[in-house]
Each structure stands twice: as structure tokens, then as C-alpha cells.
């Protein structure tokens, strides 16, 4: 098939130990395109301080890096969008940026990893009807300005139509995972039997208070079992830990993307109590590290984890959490069986798999 000239891809955000971050799907995405394009070009945003070593690029990759503590600058921002056919982000433009983009994006697609439809009842949460507003705003401008918007899952794009999305202005394209990189290699030998992975970070929205609960349930039913965390904790969260004697959560801190594999390696199996995901790497890179997922119901995980096949969907409830764990950790005819099963449902999402999907609409759509 021949192969198209060059596209640009803009990531406005860089977080250097987020596997997930709207940069690392945008540089293992560029890798991918270099295939089918002659020439790439990526721009990112790496603030300032924040050391990051990004996978190495094909020579027709061009990597255009900006050192701003954020892109507050609207025409800094604009330039980059105009010139981009590709843009990634987790948060939506503000009504000034989205006014001044539209002339220019007849002919660019958005790739958004946040949440859509879901921000408004934040929004009218935390900021009352005028942040709803403002919420309701950003949306409308959305809806008129990109040619496609790329949402990673089922549900996501439920969520943009019911906020008046129109179906064909949307595209499910999943989020991929760089399989060599995830099955076989180096396993740590984490303590405890089992020893359970978790992945995030400790605030509400992404379940820690559920796990202090679900923790005090295991120290009855499995007392040897421990509770790897990996990610960002703040003094306040292991400050409660010590308060409330919780002792089989061992909290490691933010890795990088190229030691995650071997965290999910050394675990039996991963847990994800987050109550909101747009995609959810974690539970995909778990899986495609041969890892079941233990996962709260929290919108995408419907799209990668197939109850009781490779992995298991709870409420966010922690008795229901630690009845899994129980099953898994007792059951090891079902943890191999599980195992293999998440191997084989990550395939799919490997990044050449991905990045033909991607192709094809850029096909129709450039």
C-alpha cells in the first residue's frame, strides 16, 4: 500500500513516570506511524526539571521538544495545533484556545485520554454551575472544531454521545502496548503469598481508601499477602497507613516505564480499585505481562477485562475485592488459566495492530 508523506503529532503534556501519559502513547505512536509515513514530526512538552529518556525514534521520526512549565501560552499552543494533524491530550482546550483553533482544524483529529461527558459533574461539583458552564462550553466548542475525535473505548464514546457527540464525528481506537517489552524478561521477587500488584495514585478517585479497607480484610483471610504499590503516594497517605496499622501495603514510589514490566512480572496478579478510567494501561499492561487484573467496574474496564476469563470485574466494594483475591490466590489451576488468557487478550492491542486502525482513518480522513 503506498505510503503517505508525513503527518505531525502534538502532546502537550509530559509526565515522566506515567506509563499512560497522553507523551508515551504519542512517542510509541510516531514510532508505529514511521512505517507507513515517510516523514514524522512530534512535538512534546517536557517542563522544566523533569527528566525523562524517551524510547529511541526511526530516523524519519523528527522530535521537537518545548521546555515550558505548561503550554499557557495560547499562541504557542495554536502553532502547534495548526501545524499538527494528530493531537493528543488529557484536558479539554479552554473556550479561548477552542475559538481561535477552529478555522484551523478542518483537517485534525484529537486523540483525548481524559474524560469527557464525566468532567461536567466535576465541574459542577467543585466549581458549582459556572465551572459547569464553562464545562459545557469547552464541549460545544469541541464538537465543532475537530474533523475526528479518537476516544480509547466503548464506554468513552457512550459518554461523548450522550453528551450530543454526533456518532460518526467519533472514532474507538484503543489505546496499544509494546508486547516485547512486557512478556518474559526479568520478574522481581516481591514479598508475600501472594504478592499483589497495584498502580496509580493514592487519592479517592483512584480507589487508595478502598484499598486501606480491602487490606484489613486480608489480614484475616490471607495474613502473608502483601499489596505492592507503585506510583505517587503523598506523607498524608502513609501517614494513615501507619495510623490505621496497615501493614501489608509496602509502598515503592513512581518507576519509570521501562521498570514496570517487571513489577507486573513479579506480582500473581494486578488490582485496579481506580472509580474512573478512560482506558485504563495499567489493566493492558498487566495483562499483556501475563497477569490477570482484579478491576473495580469503572467504565473501561469492560473493553479489556472479561469476567472470570482473564481477570474478574468488581463494585467497588471491599468484600467483593478480597473474595476475588481469595479465589485467585487459593485456585492456582485458575491463576495459570487466567494468566494465559490475559497473554492472549493484549495481543490485539499490540501497537501494530493498533496503529492499522489508526492508518486506515487517517486514510479516509487526510
Request: net charge positive.
Amino acid at each position: 500500500m503506498r505510503r503517505l508523506e508525513s503527518i505531525s503529532i502534538l502532546s502537550p503534556q509530559l509526565y515522566p513516570y506515567t506509563v499512560n501519559a497522553p507523551s508515551n502513547i504519542a512517542y510509541h505512536e510516531a514510532k508505529h506511524l514511521s512505517k507507513h509515513f515517510d516523514w514524522v514530526t512530534l512535538y512534546v512538552n517536557q517542563p522544566p526539571r523533569q527528566a525523562y529518556t524517551p524510547p529511541s525514534l526511526p530516523d524519519n521520526v523528527e522530535l521537537r521538544v518545548n521546555n515550558l512549565r505548561r503550554l499557557v501560552n495560547p499562541s504557542i499552543f495554536i502553532k502547534l495545533v495548526a501545524d499538527s494533524r494528530l493531537v493528543h491530550t488529557h484536558f479539554l482546550p479552554s473556550p479561548t484556545e477552542a475559538t481561535t483553533l477552529i478555522p484551523l482544524l478542518r483537517s485534525t483529529i484529537l486523540t483525548h485520554h481524559g474524560s469527557l461527558a464525566p468532567e461536567l459533574g466535576n465541574a459542577r461539583r467543585k466549581a458549582g454551575w459556572a465551572g459547569y458552564t464553562l464545562k459545557r462550553l469547552q464541549l460545544e466548542l469541541l464538537k465543532r472544531g475537530f474533523k475526528k475525535i479518537i476516544v480509547p473505548s466503548t464506554f468513552m464514546a457512550q459518554h461523548a454521545e450522550l453528551e450530543g457527540f454526533k456518532r460518526e464525528s467519533l472514532a474507538i481506537i484503543a489505546n496499544g502496548v509494546e508486547l516485547d517489552l512486557y512478556r518474559g524478561g526479568e520478574a522481581l521477587q516481591l514479598e508475600g503469598e501472594p504478592p499483589i500488584l497495584w498502580v496509580g495514585y493514592t487519592k479517592p478517585s483512584k480507589g487508595s481508601h478502598i484499598m486501606i479497607a480491602l487490606s484489613k480484610k486480608l489480614e484475616s483471610t490471607l495474613p502473608k499477602a502483601r499489596i505492592h504499590f507503585v506510583g505517587y503516594y503523598n506523607q498524608a497517605y502513609a501517614s494513615e497507613l501507619s495510623r490505621r496499622s496497615v501493614n501489608n501495603i509496602v509502598l515503592h514510589g513512581p518507576k519509570s516505564p521501562l521498570e514496570m514490566p517487571k513489577y507486573y512480572r513479579g506480582a500473581w496478579f494486578t488490582l485496579n480499585p481506580s472509580l474512573f478510567e478512560s482506558f485504563s494501561m495499567v489493566t493492558l499492561e498487566s495483562l499483556a505481562s501475563s497477569r490477570p487484573v482484579i478491576t473495580v467496574d469503572n467504565g473501561a474496564a469492560r473493553d479489556l477485562v472479561t469476567h472470570g476469563q482473564n481477570g474478574y470485574i468488581s463494585q467497588p466494594d471491599p468484600e467483593e475485592l478480597a473474595q476475588h483475591v481469595y479465589t485467585l490466590s487459593q485456585d492456582q489451576h485458575k491463576l495459570r488459566e487466567m494468566s494465559e488468557n490475559a497473554f492472549k487478550s493484549a495481543q490485539n492491542y499490540d501497537w501494530s495492530n493498533v496503529t492499522t486502525k489508526l492508518v486506515e482513518l487517517l486514510r479516509r480522513t487526510m
